[in-house]
Every structure is written in C-alpha cells, then in structure tokens.
C-alpha cells in the first residue's frame, strides 16, 4: 500500500542551542491530517582514532540526558550545517583526544533516529595520530583511555557502551578493517 504524504505546515516550536523543535502538520491520503513532531539538527561527525599499536582512543564523558558518564568515541556538532565533515571530525579529535591527523578516512554515515530528527554523522577513521594538545570546551570535562577492539566489542555486548553513533563506528571498523 502506498500512501500519499503531504507536509502542509512546518510550525517552529522551540528554537535550541543544539537543535530546533518544530510540528509538522502532515495530509494522509488526501482525507485526514496527523501531527509530527520534527527535530532540525544541523548535523555532527565523529572518529575513531587508532594509536600505532592498534587501540582506540575513548572519551569517557558525563551525558546529562542519561544522567551518568558514557564512554563514546570523540564527536561533536557542525559549526555550520554546511560544514564539511572531515573538518569537524578532525576538529574534534584535537580538542577531545590531545591528538591531530593528517590520514583521515570516511567510514560511515549514520542516521540516529529516522523517526523524528535529521542529524546526520559523518564518522572517519583518524590514524598515524600526532600528539597535540587537548582542549576541551568550557563545557566538556573528558577522560581519554585507549582500548582495543576486542575490549570494545565486549563492552559493547555486555550494555557497557550504548551510544548508537559508537556501536555503529566501532562495529563498522571492525568489519571493514577485520580486526
């Protein structure tokens, strides 16, 4: 069955630092109308940085949503929705880790919640990592520990790690480098 589906209103509800909320009156089949909630993001990307002998680097973080500390790869928000991903990727993975790299390479891009949002990650695979300096935003606290895949792959089995942009990267990487 194929419905017609029509947006006849987008209506700005709440304007964020980080996103937009709006409702979306919708037209289903041309005879009745439904309420969608749509979030506007502007977009993230993430990385997974690999140190020489072979860990990844993790940033273990407080998330206020889930009121507790998270270990996730380094990630962060687009300036500007336009904004290439490769360059927030490789903006965040200095200001999180204390780490540069010149060899970042794309490995996935991740839809996190269809249902309701847009945001799109670019994730990209940071090695040959040159030693920086960590600086943080005055509103990140992070701890830094290198692990190996095996160890993440377990914490992700066991519920350790749920953060989906993580599972997914990790997992991704796992694969395409078959480790």
Known sequence: MSEQIKRLKRELKF???II???QDTMEINGDHTVIWDFIK???AAAVVPVTEEGKILMVRQYRNALDRYT???PAGALDAEDEPGRE??????DEETGYRSENLEWLIT???TVAFCNERIEVYVAKDLIPSKQHLDEDEFIDLKAYTIDELKEKILTG?????KTVASLMAYAVKYHV
């Open 88 to 93: 927030c990727a490789s903006r965040e993975l």
């Open 20 to 22: 937009d909320f709006y």
């Open 160 to 164: 350790e790690i749920e953060d989906a």
């Open 110 to 112: 991740l839809r996190t």
């Open 41 to 43: 993001h502007k977009g």
């Open 15 to 17: 304007k964020g630092k």
């Open 71 to 73: 270990l996730e790869i």
